[in-house]
């Protein structure tokens, strides 16, 4: 697998809370130039970085990194950051409503988004270092039913990043129409290759460019 090849399938990310607008001009035009599948960034640049870069696919997050804020914050973020100029939206599930076992009211959260959505791409993320065998298993049907265009195992922020072994479970588990999303330590083209050759149809990394570059 070429490098290019690679860098079609990565949303090319910074989320950092520090991230300044010459931060993310640079990633937004690495992702411009080496033809990555989008710019994933923090929804409060999204108008500023569409209208530096009105042809870039831009990837919004919503509800990041914690997934605990009410649906009508969810919402109204995800509403906001498409108007804004997002092409797709990465939103963290109510990760607490899992530990109750509400599963119900994920899908319900993970449906409205979409609902709003409709066309544009919506990624679910779930947070995997943080649930049980079982409970992973239950939100692929759940992220499926909901109508989610993917599953996507991590923020990068919490205890643990993507695992090849979730990859696994959620090829066996997702509907046939959801898409696998990896994020959170994949750091080498070797890894890069794993993921990609496990099921997932993207990666998330803030390192890609450099790595595959072979950038300082």
Same mark, same amino acid.
């Given at each position: 697998m070429t490098n290019e090849e690679i860098l079609r399938r990565v949303d090319h990310t910074l989320l950092k809370a520090s991230a300044s607008w010459l931060e993310i001009e640079k990633v937004c035009g690495e992702a411009l130039v080496y033809k990555t599948? &989008?710019?994933c960034i923090p929804p409060s640049y999204v %108008?500023?970085?569409a209208a530096a870069f009105p042809a870039l696919n831009l990837c919004a997050v919503v509800g990041f990194p914690l997934g605990y804020s009410v649906l009508s914050a969810k919402e109204r973020e995800t509403e906001e950051a498409l108007a804004d100029g997002a092409s797709e939206i990465d939103m963290v599930i109510n990760i607490g409503a899992v530990k109750n076992n509400d599963f119900l009211a994920v899908e319900r959260e993970i449906a409205a988004l979409? %609902? /709003?959505c409709g066309e544009r791409i919506l990624k679910a993320i779930v947070e995997t270092c943080y649930l049980t065998q079982e409970e992973k298993k239950g939100l692929c049907i759940t992220v499926a039913n909901a109508g989610a265009d993917y599953i996507k195992t991590s923020? *990068?922020?919490g205890s643990a990043g993507a695992a090849l072994?979730? /990859?696994a479970l959620f090829k066996k588990h997702i509907g046939r129409d959801v898409k696998i999303k990896a994020a959170g *330590?994949?750091?080498t083209k070797e890894s890069f290759i794993a993921f990609l050759a496990a099921g997932c149809s993207r990666i998330g990394s803030s390192s890609a460019v450099d790595v595959l570059? &072979?950038?300082p």
């Amino acid at each position: 697998m070429t490098n290019e090849e690679i860098l079609r399938r990565v949303d090319h990310t910074l989320l950092k809370a520090s991230a300044s607008w010459l931060e993310i001009e640079k990633v937004c035009g690495e992702a411009l130039v080496y033809k990555t599948a &989008s710019a994933c960034i923090p929804p409060s640049y999204v %108008r500023q970085a569409a209208a530096a870069f009105p042809a870039l696919n831009l990837c919004a997050v919503v509800g990041f990194p914690l997934g605990y804020s009410v649906l009508s914050a969810k919402e109204r973020e995800t509403e906001e950051a498409l108007a804004d100029g997002a092409s797709e939206i990465d939103m963290v599930i109510n990760i607490g409503a899992v530990k109750n076992n509400d599963f119900l009211a994920v899908e319900r959260e993970i449906a409205a988004l979409k %609902r /709003i959505c409709g066309e544009r791409i919506l990624k679910a993320i779930v947070e995997t270092c943080y649930l049980t065998q079982e409970e992973k298993k239950g939100l692929c049907i759940t992220v499926a039913n909901a109508g989610a265009d993917y599953i996507k195992t991590s923020t *990068g922020f919490g205890s643990a990043g993507a695992a090849l072994d979730d /990859i696994a479970l959620f090829k066996k588990h997702i509907g046939r129409d959801v898409k696998i999303k990896a994020a959170g *330590g994949i750091r080498t083209k070797e890894s890069f290759i794993a993921f990609l050759a496990a099921g997932c149809s993207r990666i998330g990394s803030s390192s890609a460019v450099d790595v595959l570059l &072979s950038r300082p």
